[in-house]
RNA sequence: GGGCGGGUAGCUCAGUUGGGAGAGCGCUGGCCUUACAAGCCAGAUGUCACAGGUUCAAGCCCUGUUCCGCCUACCA
């Protein structure tokens, strides 16, 4: 069984190896005969808009870490992948991709344009899988799904149709965020709010009677154009006289009221408003209430439109400079003041976006939100951390109706109709043959997509195969086990999935949500190319190898703390890798003669007894880490046992017994052991580190991968032997041995003494049974203290002249006669 | 405005029910000791943000202050 290996590990050969060894041997898919508990994790899926970035990398390698484990653990293990059509930014791709061609969509039409996407869907997707099959990650490869595959898209109409019906889906008139340049709605999450500096302009509009003139503030002059009131507080007694009188609106002489409404903050500006129904929310509902007029004075691309009289044409910002202008030649611009207020952005194109009125469909939420909100109260869905559970109630309990209509090409259809004759709204699966109330029969179909978010929010059951199910078996995967995700997607995706399985599964999608950091870089900054610090896991894993990287991130995940993610980190990882490497070639160097033993058949030390209860602390330690997703603390447990206990004092502690021939049955208990740890080292560094491991394992089990090997045990009789509740002291005893033999290093180092050269020690202590323990690991402490001549006396002994140390009661002496100790100055 | 998280060794961070201040990297000194120089041995380094309080005992619990980050809001 001897093997020469190379003195360090080369992952590249390595990790194609046993990607393609684990593909071959159908190691992924879940066993359909194995009668075990179901676990089963469904990706979030990753968006087609290119390749992956490190979090993806962190995102992934948590759930193969979780994955691979319940594999090891003996349940039957599904890991579901597919990816995300991500409408608005895939399209966003693509749009740029033509603009290279001097092309727009509208050039292509809707109908070339959707192929292209679908095209670029093929190559961003081939990259993303290998991408991630290059990370190791051991997911079915077999139930690939897509958001907008045949399957999904069926569920996405059923669905869809299902809620109009229960009135929980209409379409309405209603003030939206609109991006002008992606000329489509957004829903409330996808507008990015940012501090800006900006000003606050004070506007005075004359009384039309001629009493004079009221102050509005605003940071928006240009929308005055669309003003239809200026609203004040009801209680203000400064305007109360003035409520229902006319205004004149500067420049453009229109006849506007003052109304009362107690949304004015009196003490903000002037503590009266102007009122813009078409292009403020707050105006909007304002206008609603007060039954005002709105006038859009906007396109969508955020230019002025006709109703803007003169400044039709002119972008919104360079309307705004000319009003101003115009304003303060009239007299009717006040003041200015420098004022901060943030304003919202798209989310996709970082476009400011323009608050619009439009027909929209919209879901309503409270009713879909209650259950959901329960499922996390009662504990059917645990956070983890549970810290978000706070944030979840936050919105959850503030949630607005949420508008899923978009009006870009890449994405699901709505499946509604208008009646060309009666405008009928026709909301079904098939296309209609009839209109129901006129009967007429040609229909005009609605254009606008869904949002992506409202296919993701069903993911957990339609990948599984709902609404058709065409594997039976798949269905016992639902309600699944975990999910993985990170915070930023909590609303758009997490409680979405809540809402929509507990509604159409009648069941929670997910018992678990752990949810994870972002990356950073090393100062704690966010990566980003304008950066130049975006560490891409292509790189990383070219140059560190993917173990490396892998056990970087896990090393690296605490719960409620961002990831610093360094490349010194990474090195420091990658040694450890390199060190199992070794520590493994070490011990398949010294297998001459090797046979698998029982225990009762060896003569075990107290050396063997200690690393075998080290072992069992950390099986234990690791597991229940893992149980509690605490990936931090598996990665830092194994690297701490392995490295600093096995290889630091095990290995060498057993070193003489290795190499010497004589006494066979002490090789054949030091073979075993370093055997016996090294195994269950592997399997449990398995899920973090899969390639290095199985190259290993399989030097030890030829064509047997440790992917299927069973998870250590530590009810196994090997890891009972040594209990440190019963008498047996010998684990203790060991630990007292290295605190010794760590003090005459000390020694030696104090008094310079070359490593190579071997001294006299004397040590003395007080009881008969302490000497008999010293002596009893004599042999211990003259191997690795490079002692030759030790002696060991009860009481206080007549120690020579030397230099002394003392540890738990034991004195020690170096005896410095005969040392040449001139270098020492 | 509201909420959450965080300020621990030069850097990045652990510290699970209060009792020993820790790891990795970096740094210093010594070693090619027959697995590993991507290594081995030894070492230095801290008013645990600040101020009070509870306690025999506080990095950990309570109160206040301050700085940083994030989330959220109808900041005209």
């Not at 090891?72 to 290279?100: C, K, P, S």
């Not at 740890?677 to 580190?689: A, F, G, T």
């Not at 140390?805 to 005969?818: E, K, R, S, T």
Request: aromatic fraction near 10%; proline fraction near 4%; hydrophobic fraction near 40%.
């Amino acid at each position: 069984m001897k093997q020469n290996l190379p003195t360090t590990y080369e992952p590249k050969t390595t990790e194609a190896k046993w990607y393609k060894y684990w593909l071959q041997k159908g190691l992924f898919a879940p066993n359909p005969s194995l009668k075990a508990e179901h676990y089963c994790i469904v990706i979030p899926p990753p968006n087609v808009t290119g390749s992956l970035h490190i979090g993806h990398a962190l995102n992934n390698t948590l759930q193969d870490i979780l994955i691979r484990t319940k594999r090891m653990q003996g349940f039957n293990v599904l890991w579901v992948f597919g990816m995300d059509h991500a409408g608005i930014a895939t399209q966003n791709v693509v749009e740029r991709q033509l603009a290279q061609e001097n092309l727009s969509r509208n050039d292509l039409g809707r109908k070339e344009f959707v192929k292209r996407v679908w095209r670029w869907k093929q190559e961003s997707g081939d990259a993303i899988v290998n991408q991630l099959k290059r990370l190791g990650v051991s997911c079915d490869w077999s139930r690939e799904r897509f958001t907008m595959d045949e399957g999904l898209s069926r569920a996405v109409k059923k669905v869809f149709v299902q809620l109009y019906g229960e009135g929980l889906i209409y379409r309405g008139h209603y003030i939206i965020n609109w991006c002008p340049r992606c000329h489509t709605a957004l829903s409330d999450l996808e507008v990015e709010y940012h501090e800006l500096d900006g000003h606050l302009y004070y506007l005075k509009y004359p009384l039309a009677d001629g009493s004079g003139k009221l102050t509005v503030a605003t940071t928006r002059p240009e929308t005055m154009l669309g003003d239809t009131a200026v609203a004040v507080h009801p209680k203000d007694k400064r305007f109360s006289h003035l409520i229902g009188k006319q205004l004149v609106l500067p420049i453009v002489g229109r006849y506007i009221p003052i109304i009362a409404d107690s949304f004015v903050t009196p003490e903000f500006g002037t503590g009266s408003v102007k009122v813009t129904p078409a292009h403020d929310l707050n105006d909007f509902e304002m206008g609603i209430r007060h039954n005002l007029q709105q006038i859009v004075v906007m396109d969508s691309d955020a230019k002025m439109n006709e109703r803007a009289g003169k400044y039709a044409g002119m972008d919104r910002l360079e309307c705004r400079k000319k009003i101003l202008n115009e304003l303060q030649d009239g007299g009717f611009l006040d003041k200015i003041e420098d004022y901060k207020h943030s304003v919202g952005h798209c989310y996709r194109c970082k476009t400011i976006i323009e608050p619009a009125v439009s027909d929209q469909w919209f879901v309503k939420m409270k009713p879909l939100a209650e259950p959901a909100i329960s499922a996390i109260r009662q504990g059917e869905i645990e956070l983890v951390p549970k810290q978000w559970e706070n944030t979840y109630y936050d919105w959850m309990d503030n949630i607005r109706d949420w508008c899923v209509s978009r009006q870009i090409w890449w994405g699901h259809r709505i499946p509604a109709w208008y009646c060309e004759k009666c405008k009928q709204v026709i909301v079904q699966e098939e296309d209609p043959a009839l209109c129901p109330s006129c009967s007429n029969t040609t229909f005009k179909p609605e254009t606008d997509v869904l949002d992506t978010w409202f296919s993701s929010a069903l993911w957990p059951f339609t990948t599984l195969g709902w609404p058709d199910w065409p594997e039976e078996s798949l269905k016992s995967f639902y309600p699944t086990s975990v999910l993985v995700t990170g915070f930023d997607i909590l609303f758009f995706w997490v409680a979405r999935m809540i809402m929509m399985g507990l509604k159409f599964m009648d069941d929670i999608p997910f018992r678990r949500v752990y949810i994870h950091a972002l990356v950073r870089d090393e100062h704690g900054k966010k990566m980003s190319k304008s950066k130049g610090n975006v560490i891409d896991p292509l790189d990383t894993m070219e140059a560190y190898g993917t173990d490396a990287f892998r056990f970087s991130l896990t090393a690296l995940t605490t719960q409620g703390r961002d990831i610093c993610l360094s490349e010194k980190r990474i090195e420091g990882y990658r040694n450890f890798i390199n060190k199992i490497w070794n520590a493994s070639r070490f011990c398949l160097m010294n297998l001459e003669g090797y046979q698998a033993q029982d225990i009762a058949a060896l003569k075990l030390e107290p050396a063997d007894k200690w690393i075998i209860d080290k072992l069992k602390q950390t099986i234990i330690g690791v597991s229940d880490a893992i149980e509690k997703h605490e990936f931090s603390r598996v990665a830092l447990g194994l690297y701490q046992f392995f490295w600093h206990e096995f290889c630091d004092w095990y290995l060498e502690l057993a070193k003489p017994r290795l190499y010497q021939a004589d006494d066979q049955i002490a090789r054949t208990t030091a073979q075993n052991i370093i055997i016996k740890v090294l195994e269950n080292s592997l399997k449990m560094l398995h899920p973090i580190i899969p390639f290095v491991t199985e190259e290993i394992w399989q030097k030890l089990h030829p064509d047997e991968s440790i992917m299927v090997a069973k998870w250590p045990d530590v009810q196994e009789e090997w890891l009972s032997l040594c209990d440190t509740d019963k008498s047996d002291n010998d684990c203790k005893n060991m630990g007292h041995i290295i605190l010794i033999i760590e003090e005459i290093r000390r020694i030696r180092t104090m008094l310079n003494i070359s490593p190579a050269k071997r001294i006299k020690v004397h040590l003395a202590v007080q009881g008969i049974q302490a000497v008999n323990m010293l002596k009893q690991n004599s042999a211990y402490i003259e191997n690795l203290g490079k002692v030759d001549c030790l002696s060991i006396a009860q009481g206080e002994g007549k120690l020579p002249h030397g230099a002394t140390g003392l540890v738990d009661g034991v004195n020690i002496c170096v005896d410095i006669l005969g040392l040449d100790l001139t270098q020492e100055e």
